[in-house]
């Protein structure tokens, strides 16, 4: 299991939690159990997870869509890309 916390600021964090099932959990087709988050103010404003029975999805202020997982590594850049995004339309906050 990998799991990181990072510090951005008094105002934010992220939280990474990755690891290996020993099947894929239901609504999901690959072996991996995931939660991604930003939180800012309290609020999370950017989450990929795949809940049981809900798939893999991602979170991006008040959205949710499907995600199409591949592999980990493209999970973690999907997620900055979005952290980047989500910085720059609320750079003025």
């Not at 950017?46 to 202020?61: A, I, L, P, S, T």
Request: net charge negative; aromatic share 12%.
């Amino acid at each position: 299991m990998a799991r990181t916390r990072i510090v951005y600021s008094t105002r934010g964090f992220a939280e990474l939690v990755l690891w290996r099932v020993p099947k894929p959990v239901a609504g999901s087709g690959h072996e991996f159990k995931y939660r991604l988050a930003v939180v800012v103010d309290g609020v999370c404003v950017v989450r990929y997870d795949n809940e049981v029975g809900k798939g893999d999805h991602r979170h991006f202020d008040t959205e949710e869509n499907p995600y199409r997982f591949s592999t980990p590594e493209r999970l973690m850049q999907d997620f900055q890309t979005d952290i980047a995004r989500w910085n720059d339309e609320n750079s003025g906050a």
